[in-house]
């Protein structure tokens, strides 16, 4: 079964800085999706960024950017020029993409980002 | 166009009681996913729900909790005999009936549930 580990419970960054967050997870499989996702205190869930596990090509999206690592089974999230706005919950997923594969995600246990102004 | 919509919103119920949450996907969605968030933990897949049909309720207790999606109207997440470790907050998400790539998750803002 998959899992995806985030070892950071808590995060803080200085308004403009940068913070990189980790997630690892575990899989024997060799094509599936990572996500990540933004969860402000309303309490939705936005999609921040995506990967397709078969693109080496790491994906960015403005000022969020991630460093995929397949070997390491790592995908961390970079946010440049932090805003506050930038402040909440953070979560790794993942999603297989073999045959009958849904959009079942398995997420991480989350990062909470502080920025400080 | 209104994205995937959730109600209540806050749902408070005593042990024992019933709680029905609903969801209305996304406009031209079919596919309808649960998931219960337990306080300080990540979202939990529970059931995908495709119209009139339950195809994936790995997620799922075994007692107590159902799920359906109708023809008509919103998918319902039933928990019967509410204890006090079902307070969670429940998202539902929708995507169009392609998978893929190209058909990212669409969440609503959630169903805080608490048990008294």
């Known amino acids: ?117 | 166009n209104a994205g995937v919509m959730q109600n209540p919103r806050h749902l408070v119920r005593r042990r024992g009681q019933e709680a029905r949450l609903r969801c209305s996907p996304m406009k031209g969605h079919s596919h309808v996913y649960w998931y219960r968030q337990l306080p300080e933990e990540g979202l939990k897949f529970m059931v995908y729900l495709q119209k009139e049909n339950i195809i994936d309720e790995s997620g799922m207790p075994k007692e107590r909790f159902s799920a359906e999606f109708p023809k008509e109207g919103p998918s319902i997440l039933r928990i019967q005999q509410v204890v006090r470790g079902d307070s969670a907050a429940y998202f539902c998400a929708s995507s169009p009936p392609i998978q893929g790539y190209n058909s990212p998750l669409h969440f609503g803002n959630g169903t805080r549930l608490t048990v008294t």
């Not at chain 1, 990189?20 to 990540?36: G, N, Q």
């Not at chain 1, 460093?67 to 932090?82: C, G, H, R, T, V």
């Not at chain 1, 959009?103 to 990062?111: Q, S, V, Y």
């Open chain 1, 1 to 117: 079964a998959q899992t995806v580990t985030q070892s950071q419970p808590e995060m803080s960054v200085q308004e403009a800085e940068t913070v990189t967050l980790s997630c690892t997870y575990d899989t024997s499989e060799s094509d599936y999706y990572l996500f990540w996702y933004k969860q402000p205190p309303s309490r939705q869930m936005i999609l921040v960024i995506r990967q397709e596990a078969y693109k080496q090509q790491n994906a960015t999206e403005n000022r969020f950017s991630v460093n995929f690592q397949k070997a390491a089974k790592s995908f961390s999230l970079k946010i440049s020029d932090s805003q506050l706005g930038d402040a909440a919950m953070y979560f790794c997923a993942y999603r297989s993409d073999y045959g009958g594969a849904t959009n079942k995600l398995i997420f991480g246990t989350g990062t909470l980002l502080a920025v400080q102004p």
